[in-house]
């Protein structure tokens, strides 16, 4: 097979598992060297499973070593069998898992809710591109009159704050955030997402609340210490050789606790993660960046309230805040970290204009003529800024394409807007990424089912017209969905599992997604399309995340589409042994 032709090899190729590939690689210099070169041409790569046994499946999809593999699970699931997940893994390949009450599957046009597990495993193609796992656990403590049992506690203070400041230094260049919260992480997650966003405002962060996850965690320098190892329990040890990959049946005929040191030694040698296999309390997920293939987009679906023709401007805007109280001390701890005071900035509208007839009002008059109209949220549509005025002649260029969406928050007689992205320091001056909401057009919507189903189905459809307009694949995706918007029929969403159905309807079922119902969703703010606005727009979305409610969010893993019939790879011997030189040093 030596002469056969180069492109030949290469269509051969590309239709060969990652498990059937290391094996072809051993056999030939000249394939090794091809089937490098291949995966460099192919760039990033994602594929899903979810039949038992999940990962072998995914394993037997994928043509690259997998750096990334994204879980969900159900609470059903043995939290030993994560372990395992882990284990069946290249060393390098980052884990992430949810667990949750429902998780959901869409996979060959099947779309389904009662697999208890399933996976999105992949390759996210440039070198350059960073993946890096992080945790954040609360510490317990004892409960005084409950026979020695014990509580987590967390609290965003400043020495926590450090941390994750220190953890995603803005050298890094962050693009990505998934990033999931359980238990009393769920106490600082919006603390925890306006930290991370404020350092990297254009990053997309995209995840939910669950009920636990696992995920894998840098191994400690600490552990290649056989001294520091050997003081660690036997229990602890054989969760660590197992996460990594070790025989089970080893384990059955193991005697000696040294004998446990000596291989969990060996394998930290070559394991750069180990995995964390239950993770109750905490905040944790993975940071992406370099070139990565992420995109996000967000869909709610809201009724507007006002008459379609009516133009509503925001008039005597004045920004307040942030207020920083004092460090307190939890009592009976002094020597705790302090917990920080902070009512975030928060913009108040002092009245609403009608742009149209001209009339003034403040926000309780306006609701009350108009019947209060059962509203649920504020739409703040912004001035476009200098260099994003769009001379398209098909809709409005002077604002955005759409509202921003804010829960109706009241202030007397005022109108309070709340925003974790007003950047303003304590003596009330205002951040230059955030345009005053002086003269922004306001509106007011309403949850409504029929508007929600809508808005997902005509989000998808757009998107898939989008991505195909710009020649990018869709490999696959991730979605968080409100535990409200399914997988079963609700008062609001009438169809089972619409989001899910939504997605699979718009590119025909030949995308493969999975995802979880959240108990709250990360994302970019959710919007409302402008009635004026008939132009295209960007669907895909990237800072100003916020927990959110009753939203579908979507991680996409979108790469340019790849014609081989224009890939030319020079595989000349010489070319051949430089390259075997360099990358196996020998």
């Known amino acids: 097979m030596d002469d056969l032709n180069s492109d030949l090899i290469l269509h051969i190729t590309q239709y060969v598992n990652v498990l ?48 990334l593999a994204l879980c969900c699970q159900t609470e059903y699931v043995d939290t030993d069998d994560n372990e395992q997940i882990a284990a069946q893994l290249p060393p390098t390949t980052v884990v992430l898992g949810a667990v949750s009450s429902h998780i959901q599957t869409c996979l060959d ?30 510490p317990s403590q004892p409960q005084p009159g409950r026979g020695g049992r014990r509580r987590h506690m967390m609290e965003w203070d400043a020495a926590l704050e450090q941390e994750v400041k220190d953890a995603f230094s803005n050298s ?46 840098p191994v400690d320098a600490s552990l290649k210490d056989a001294g520091i190892l050997s003081s660690k329990s036997v229990r602890v040890l054989k969760q660590m050789y197992k996460s990594m990959g070790g025989s089970a049946s080893f384990l059955a005929t193991l005697t000696e606790k040294q004998t446990l040191v000596e291989h969990v030694l060996q394998l930290l040698h070559t394991h750069p993660y180990v995995l964390e296999p239950n993770v109750e309390d905490g905040v944790f997920g993975v940071a992406l960046g370099g070139n990565v293939p992420i ?44 917990t920080r005071i902070v009512v975030p900035a928060f913009h108040v509208v002092e009245s609403i204009i009608d742009k149209d007839t001209g009339k003034e009002w403040n926000v309780l008059n306006f609701l009350a003529s108009h019947g209060e109209m059962g509203v649920d949220f504020c739409g703040v549509r912004r001035r476009r800024r200098g260099n994003n005025i769009n001379n398209n002649n098909n809709h409005n260029t002077e604002y955005e394409d759409s509202f921003e969406l804010y829960q109706l928050d009241v202030l007397g007689d005022k109108l309070k807007i709340s925003s974790d992205h007003i950047n303003t320091d304590v003596s009330g001056g205002s951040a230059e990424e955030e345009d005053s909401l002086q003269d922004a057009q306001l509106d007011f919507f309403a949850l409504d089912g029929p508007s929600c ?87 895909f979305q990237r800072g100003k995340a916020a927990l959110q409610g009753f939203t579908a969010v979507f991680a996409l893993f979108v790469a340019p589409i790849v014609d081989l019939k224009n890939v030319d790879i020079d595989d000349s011997p010489t070319r051949v042994e430089d390259f075997i030189i360099k990358q196996l040093a020998v």
């Open 109 to 138: 046009g099947d779309i389904e809710s009662t697999s208890p597990s399933n996976i999105l495993l992949g390759h996210l193609g440039h070198e350059a591109t960073v993946i890096q796992p992080f945790l954040w656990q609360a």
């Open 172 to 217: 890094s260049g962050y693009e990505v955030f998934i990033l999931y919260g359980c238990g009393a992480g769920c106490n600082v997650l919006e603390e925890f997402i306006e930290c991370v966003q404020s350092m990297h405002p254009k990053a997309a962060l995209v995840g939910g609340i669950c009920s636990s996850g696992f995920v894998s965690k």
């Open 295 to 338: 995109r996000s987009v967000v869909s709610r679906g809201v009724k507007q309230l006002t008459p379609p023709d009516t133009t509503l401007v925001a008039k005597e805007v004045r920004t307040e805040g942030p207020t920083i109280g004092q460090d307190l001390h939890p009592a009976g701890a002094a020597a705790a970290p302090p």
């Open 453 to 539: 189903m809508k808005h997902v189905e005509t989000t998808m459809r757009q998107l898939k017209e989008q991505t195909t307009k710009a020649h990018d694949s869709v490999m696959a995706a991730i979605m968080f969905s409100c535990s409200g918007r399914g997988p079963m029929p609700g008062w609001l969403m009438s169809k089972r599992m619409a989001d899910a159905h939504a997605f699979s309807n718009a590119f025909g079922g030949n995308v493969p997604c999975i995802g979880f119902y959240a108990g709250g969703e990360i994302g970019p703010l959710a919007t409302a399309p402008a009635p004026d606005h008939s132009g295209c727009r960007d669907l």
């Open 20 to 67: 059937d590939a290391a094996a072809w690689m051993q056999t030939s210099k000249r394939y090794y060297y091809l089937i490098h070169q291949l995966r460099r041409v192919l760039g990033p790569e994602m594929v899903v499973a979810a039949t038992t046994p999940f990962v072998l499946t995914a394993l037997q999809k994928v043509r690259q070593p997998p750096t």
